[in-house]
T-cell receptor, first 114, second 114 residues
């Protein structure tokens, strides 16, 4: 079956530091890949996505590249801010069948300090 | 823009009680989903629906029931609440699109079974 593995948190960084959150996946076929962010007390929000190999998703300074050869979709940001503190989820969407069912990683908590 | 609205936000139930978690979306999305999120874990799919009158089981459906009488509404029913159902429940919706379309999430319902 499909699975997503994320690096364990929490990740604690100083403001303006470089961020990498690793994500690897196992899936049949060619899934779409997503990063969602969850701020305290809120639901998940889409951060970025990539739907085919070598696509780069980007949003709000965050980037991730769909690497089929390494089955990875690592999240990066060049300079984090305190407002980026949240839980980040990597997910894949199985294109088989009729529904866009998501498989999530366990989430990585990011804490950014001044 | 309301998006996906879930009610209630919090609820405490006694073992054996029943309740319905409400979810409605105003984006005219065909696909809707229910997930549960346990501490330190990713989201697990409970049930999903690809349109009015059509529902199907996800990864963890035991102890739950759903119905989809309209495009907008997708309630989740717990018939005999058990402590193992203590969790945060998220409803989501998406357009059709073979896995390429992102899911839009509500803010969640925090449910405790005592």
């Amino acid at each position: 079956g499909n699975s997503v593995t994320q690096m364990e948190g929490p990740v604690t960084l100083s403001e303006e530091a470089f961020l990498t959150i690793n994500c690897t996946y196992t899936a049949t076929g060619y899934p779409s890949l997503f990063w969602y962010v969850q701020y305290p007390g809120e639901g998940l929000q889409l951060l970025l996505k990539a739907t085919k190999a070598d696509d780069k998703g980007s949003n709000k300074g965050f980037e991730a590249t769909y690497r089929k050869e390494t089955t990875s979709f690592h999240l990066e940001k060049g300079s984090v801010q305190v407002s980026d503190s949240a839980v980040y989820f990597c997910a894949l969407s199985d294109r088989t069948g009729t529904a866009s069912k998501l498989t999530f990683g366990t989430g990585t908590r990011l804490q950014v300090t001044l | 823009n309301a998006g996906v609205t879930q009610t209630p936000k919090f609820r405490i139930l006694k073992i054996g009680q029943s309740m319905t978690l409400q979810c409605t979306q105003d984006m005219n999305h065909n696909y809707m989903y229910w997930y549960r999120q346990d501490p330190g874990m990713g989201l697990k799919l409970i049930y999903y629906s690809v349109g009015a009158g059509i529902t199907d089981k996800g990864e963890v459906p035991n102890g739950y029931n759903v119905s989809r009488s309209t495009t907008e509404d997708f309630p989740l029913r717990l018939e005999l609440a058990a402590p193992s159902q203590t969790s945060v429940y998220f409803c989501a919706s998406s357009l059709a699109g073979q896995g390429r379309q992102p899911q839009h999430f509500g803010d969640g319902t925090r449910l405790s079974i005592l």
